[in-house]
């Protein structure tokens, strides 16, 4: 009765929210709200520094938090067998209904910006306790983590129609960021204070000069990251090009520093208004209006969990192959391949990776290539003694499994499952657990992910210091840190195919978006005949 209650009333909730903004606003409020309350909110008594609470711990954010304390485990199943529930049995993969391409390259965009567990090139220097994430959504993937690397990112121009741009290249025509390497493959002196690229020596000589500079060190990974941050630095300096010419007067720290918060706060709203209400199942569409957080009590300084670092892991989401210009090749032929998309322009590699169906996220689907990958985050998962997946249902308001047939409807994975564990639903890790769980229907997202998702997602986003009640919420310093050339920008931007549109690589007929366009909703209402 209650499932076909809400069935009911949620599309005329939907319908009103969609034709009244003032309820809009009211409504986003009081589901957000919600949301974020499902669990305990910052700040986290507990941290990766210490497996019990100290000062350290409660103030040294090179080290990732926790939403529950360090657990130990009798003992664990080898990690070989742990990493082979993800592999697939039949060999087949599964995809995903709703999900397009451009839906986990955006999750990894993202996450790569702020989920920064301590990775290095040196594995002497990797410590998956620790991180080097700024704890915002800050676009660091293109503007860099510290000012040095901003400062080597800038043109700072001597040219007053300059000020406030980014460095960047002409390619075809088009413009992408500059080249990080020279022809012979040796790194620029103007970009030493750059992270070097994550897995650079894995590739090949020929391809380093493709490479581009960038404030990541993963947004030369895969054609998907990179093209979006393409896109954002093209809006950038479209931005610090309007903003000059109309603050004749302003230097180009000023026209660079208005331009970064207007992109930041519009890259804020593309994760909510696209991304997050891709994920949602609802029909109810959320919107980036900080209004209803401001006074709201888990309104309070970011600071990374472990566990958030550990479940955005979506490895599964990838396809083995795609069709990429009429030819179908291997996803791995995606990493440190600029050309693919340079050779093309961004509009058709939009349109390409947004007629790519994603692969379907979950245990026993995950591409050959990327099981090594599953394996890292495992024992990432238990070098930082994460509690059991029970545990998290719990502090999440779900009720505990009880059997494996509880934690997913199918049965070869639950019978592997056990076989896996057994000691019983209560050892099965967290990593594991909320991977076996099935999607929630209408959304790419198992329940557990989902409702952690949402819950760390809105109450990161919205307390971003851009959006606080005395910038946005304030008339005068609204204007002053953004412009009304920089305000139209923002409220003019939905998804991804806005800024290609206005920055001079139209679409057109093509597609470009996250949800697959023979997408069909489960569960609609069937009027009788």
């Known amino acids: 009765m209650l499932a076909w209650i809400i069935a009911v009333v949620e599309p005329v ?6 034709h009244w903004p003032a309820f809009a606003r009211l409504l986003n409020g009081v589901v957000i709200d919600g949301i974020v309350k499902q669990t305990r909110t910052r700040p986290h008594p507990w941290s990766t520094r210490t497996d019990y609470i100290s ?12 939403h ?3 657990a130990t485990f009798e003992s664990f199943p080898s990690l070989e067998r742990a990493t082979a529930l993800f592999a697939r049995p039949t060999g087949e993969q599964v995809l995903c209904p709703k999900s397009t391409m451009l839906f986990p390259a955006f999750a990894q965009y993202l996450t790569d910006g702020f989920i920064r567990t301590k990775v290095s090139n040196d594995d002497a220097l990797t410590d998956r306790r620790r991180n080097t994430s700024n704890h915002e959504i800050d676009l660091c993937a293109l503007y860099g983590r510290t000012e040095f690397q901003t400062l080597a990112l800038r043109l700072r121009s001597p040219n007053s129609a300059e000020r406030g741009r980014l460095k960047s290249q002409r390619i075809q025509g088009e413009e992408y960021p500059p080249a990080l390497y020279d022809d012979n493959g040796v790194l620029l002196d103007e970009f ?24 990541g060190d993963r947004a030369n990974a895969t054609v998907g990251v990179s093209m979006i941050n393409t896109l954002l630095l093209r809006e950038h300096n479209r931005l610090a090009g309007l903003i000059a010419a109309a603050n004749t007067d302003w230097d180009d720290d000023r026209v660079f520093e208005v331009a970064r918060n207007v992109m930041i706060v519009l890259f804020i709203k593309l994760v909510v208004e696209e991304y997050i209400n891709h994920i949602s199942p609802s029909r109810i569409c959320l919107l980036a209006d900080p209004s209803g957080c401001w006074r709201k009590p888990w309104n309070k300084p970011n600071w990374i969990t472990a566990e958030f670092s550990l479940l955005y892991r979506w490895h599964s989401l990838v396809p ?4 990429w210009n009429g030819v179908e090749t291997s996803t791995g032929n995606l990493r440190f391949a600029n050309p693919l998309f340079t ?27 990327l099981q090594s990958v599953e394996a890292d985050a495992i024992a990432q998962a238990r070098t930082n003694q994460v509690a059991p997946y029970n545990a998290y249902r719990r502090t999440l308001g779900m009720p505990a499994v009880k059997t494996f047939g509880d934690i997913t409807q199918d ?7 056990e076989e896996t564990y057994p000691g019983g639903v209560d050892t099965v890790e967290f990593y594991i657990g909320m991977f076996a769980e099935a999607v929630v229907d209408n959304s790419p997202l198992p329940p557990l992910i989902l409702r952690m998702v949402a819950v760390d997602a809105f109450s990161q986003a919205m307390t971003n210091p851009l959006l606080s009640e005395h910038i946005w919420g304030d008339d005068t310093n609204r204007r002053a840190a953004f412009t009304d050339l920089g305000l139209e920008a923002i409220a003019s931007t939905r998804t991804m195919r806005d800024l290609l549109v206005r920055n001079g690589a139209d679409p057109g007929a093509s597609f470009v978006g996250m949800t697959r366009q023979d997408w069909v909703r489960k569960g609609r209402i069937q009027r009788a005949a």
């Open 13 to 18: 909730v939907a319908w009103l929210a969609n």
């Open 55 to 66: 000062w350290a711990a409660l103030t040294d954010k090179t080290y990732s938090a926790r």
């Open 68 to 70: 529950l304390p360090a």
């Open 192 to 215: 030493a204070a750059l992270d070097p690229p994550l897995g650079i020596s894995k590739v090949p000589a020929e391809l380093r000069p493709t490479l581009f500079a960038v404030g």
């Open 320 to 323: 083995d192959r795609l069709n």
């Open 343 to 369: 050779s093309v322009g961004l509009a058709q590699a939009f349109a390409w990776m947004s007629a790519q169906p994603a692969a379907r996220l979950g245990m026993g689907n995950t591409a050959d290539f």
């Open 411 to 417: 049965q070869d994975i639950a019978k592997r499952l």
